[in-house]
């Protein structure tokens, strides 16, 4: 499912006709939706019932499932980056298509990993 989103948000910053002024928020959003869907997949297969902790509680023991640092600082800063994103502030700007697609190379890194643990 996480791939799913992942796959809705790129074709909205592909296919941006009509979305003016909201693309960037929404495949946001929706990148936000996958990394987070990854991450409870990720504990689900590796520590069951951690999928419930704050997201921060299971930033911080990320390290601890991925053997990969620089994945886990990425992870870290995407879901950091994604958050202030989905969150509307008239006096921030939205999101770039090229911020836009980092967020999305690293929560597909992150699905793959995911992936590869539950075999």
């Known amino acids: 499912m996480s791939h799913d989103l992942l796959d809705r ?3 909205l910053i592909t296919a941006r006709e009509g979305l003016s002024g909201v693309w960037p928020r929404a495949a946001a959003f929706l990148t ?6 990854a ?4 504990w689900r297969f590796t520590h ?3 999928e419930g902790a704050s997201w921060s509680t299971q930033l911080a023991c990320l390290h601890e499932v991925l053997s ?6 990425d992870v870290r800063s995407a879901w950091a980056s994604l958050s202030r994103a989905c ?3 008239h006096y921030e700007l939205d999101p770039t298509y090229a911020e836009l697609e980092r967020w999305m190379g690293q929560t597909e ?3 793959t ?3 590869g643990m539950a075999g």
Do not use: C, F, N
Not at 39 to 42: G, N, T
């Open 9 to 11: 948000a790129r074709e």
């Open 32 to 37: 936000r939706q996958a990394l987070e869907e």
């Open 39 to 42: 991450l409870a997949d990720l």
């Open 48 to 50: 069951p019932g951690m």
């Open 68 to 73: 990969d640092p620089p994945l886990v600082s």
């Open 87 to 89: 969150h509307y502030h």
């Open 109 to 111: 890194r992150l699905i």
């Open 113 to 115: 990993a995911t992936r």
